[in-house]
């Protein structure tokens, strides 16, 4: 059973943007932080960033203002909208729900920064 359905990867030129979306069921929108982690090739994965259930935001220094978090309660959906793409930003990003009691992973979207 899908539990995270990530979607919003694509191509873009630097400067770009994209906003990646990360929907979930109730039970976990309302009781998991979540996060976005990316791993680019030849690299671990790094967490880019995380929402918790109270709405409070963490940012790694890399992308700290140019991603933004929203939600959208009534839809159980997550938004990262990253502004000012970098080549350094291309990796596959995955969207994590994890609690006390679960851990939920998405399949996973590619991003390319490129021109």
């Known amino acids: 059973q899908v539990q995270l359905v990530e979607s919003g990867g694509g191509l873009v030129q630097p400067g770009g943007s994209l906003r990646l979306s990360c929907a979930a069921s109730?039970?976990?929108?309302?009781?998991?932080?979540i996060h976005w982690y990316r791993q680019a090739p030849g690299k671990q994965r790094e967490l880019v960033a995380t929402?918790?259930?109270?709405?409070?935001?963490n940012y790694a220094d890399s992308v700290k203002g140019r991603f933004t978090w929203s939600r959208d309660n009534a839809k159980n959906t997550v938004y990262l909208q990253m502004n000012s793409l970098k080549p350094e930003d291309t990796a596959v990003y995955y969207c994590?729900?994890?609690?006390?009691?679960?851990?939920?992973w998405g399949q996973g979207t590619q991003v390319t920064v490129s021109s």
């Open positions: 994590n729900a994890d609690s006390a009691f679960f851990s939920y």
């Open positions: 929402i918790t259930t109270g709405g409070s935001t």
């Open positions: 109730r039970t976990i929108f309302r009781t998991a932080a």
